[in-house]
């Protein structure tokens, strides 16, 4: 469906013929552009593509997008944000999108004292105690009480088992938020099983829960195990709802999954029909003028990631990366693609979406607003 990009580093550079004196201002970008995340990378970079095109110049100079592939790889994260702040000289980074190599990158950004805008990273120890790294998306804590909070009140569910990727910081935090929320509703963990991005089998972890009858499974994977896990799960004449997190919406989950995933809901942050700023309608717009797939998450969070900044470029009237850094810190009221953005300490506050995988595609189902 979608192309890979086989180059290691690319530059962008739109540049109408009335600035083309100025210096340009460059902001580096890394992104999983191969490897087993590839399909979120080259999403996010399409995304980046559209909204350089649309707005290529802030405080009348031109935007670079400096582009290096991290193939989906903790220490290839790590240099690529050496790369970009030591031999590309970007003023700011965007990126990554998986917590894990986010995680990576950030103590170099922060060191250097570059702010880096994450689009997709939803950890809290992303943010925890920096002050150079931001996020456009919710964070986990926010995510596990959405997912808890639908679960008992529109789910019903009584009882839960939990299926934790011990490789990825990711599941592992967005589990212990869900859970924490849940039993604090009333709800009961049934049973706890690991396993690691990768695997294919997992009749181990689910004849366990066979046997527990839970009400719901919630599996804040990717979407490759999600949708094994959701296959050997019926196979196994398994009823149980399936939920997960926001790292399920790829369009791979249902052609990997297919019949499996029916019902299969999980919280993401973002969806054409539940658009709620003017932003977002004139993106949903835009998208479909030039695409045959309906806009996803990672495009729309992308997108609010490079507006983010340059807003914060303008509000500075600088492009000094201590004082883009200081006006990031102060965003209160942000418009984005995916809802309205304000930072609050560490935290990005911003509502949430539940989806539903129903008749193979995607089914809106309601925003949750921020607590």
């Known amino acids: 469906m979608r192309c890979l990009m086989l180059f290691m580093v690319f530059v962008v550079s739109i540049t109408p013929s009335t600035t083309i004196a100025a210096e340009p201002i460059r902001i580096g970008v890394y992104l999983p552009m191969t490897g087993p995340a590839a399909v979120y990378g080259q999403v996010a970079w399409k995304g980046l593509q559209m909204v350089h095109k649309e707005r290529p110049t802030v405080l009348g100079r031109p935007v670079q997008l400096i582009l290096v592939d991290d193939k989906?790889?903790?220490?290839?994260?790590?240099?690529?944000?050496?790369r970009?702040?030591?031999?590309?000289?970007a003023v700011a980074i965007i990126g990554e999108l998986t917590s894990s190599n986010t995680l990576s990158g950030a103590p170099i950004a922060e060191k250097a004292k570059i702010p880096m805008v994450t689009p997709w990273a939803t950890n809290p120890l992303v943010?925890?105690?920096r002050r150079y790294i931001f996020r456009v998306c919710f964070s986990d804590p926010f995510q596990g009480y959405v997912a808890a909070k639908f679960a008992r009140e529109h789910l019903k569910a009584r009882t839960a088992a939990v299926m934790i990727d011990i490789s990825q910081d990711y599941s592992v935090g967005l589990s212990n938020f869900f859970m924490r929320e849940f039993t604090k509703r009333g709800g009961k963990i049934v049973i706890k099983t690991a396993y690691q991005s990768g695997d294919l089998d997992f009749t181990a972890q689910l004849s366990g829960i066979s046997g527990m009858r839970p009400d719901i499974i919630y599996v804040p994977g990717y979407f490759m195990e999600d949708a094994l896990i959701a296959r050997q799960a019926r196979e196994l004449g398994i009823a149980s709802i399936i939920v997960s997190g926001d790292a399920a919406q790829a369009d791979e989950l249902i052609k990997i999954g297919g019949k499996a995933v029916e019902g299969l809901?999980?919280?993401?942050?973002?969806?054409?029909?539940?658009?709620?700023?003017?932003?977002g309608q004139l993106f949903v717009k835009k998208f479909?003028?030039?695409?045959?797939?309906?806009?996803?998450?990672?495009?729309a969070l992308s997108h609010d990631s490079y507006n983010f900044l340059l807003?914060?470029?303008e509000r500075a009237r600088s492009a000094h990366p201590e004082k883009i850094k200081d006006a990031l810190s102060r965003t209160t009221n942000f418009e984005g693609v995916t809802g309205k953005i304000a930072i609050k300490g560490r935290e990005t506050i911003k509502q949430a979406v539940i989806l539903k995988v129903e008749n193979g595609g995607f089914r809106y189902i309601t925003t949750i607003q921020p607590q």
């Not at 989906?72 to 050496?82: F, G, L, M, T």
């Not at 999980?266 to 054409?272: A, K, N």
């Open 72 to 82: 989906s790889d903790k220490v290839e994260a790590a240099n690529a944000v050496s």
């Open 84 to 89: 970009l702040i030591e031999k590309e000289r």
């Open 127 to 129: 943010t925890q105690n």
């Open 265 to 279: 809901y999980f919280t993401t942050h973002f969806d054409e029909k539940g658009v709620t700023t003017k932003r």
């Open 288 to 299: 479909r003028e030039t695409n045959k797939d309906a806009p996803d998450s990672v495009s």
């Open 311 to 313: 807003d914060a470029v």
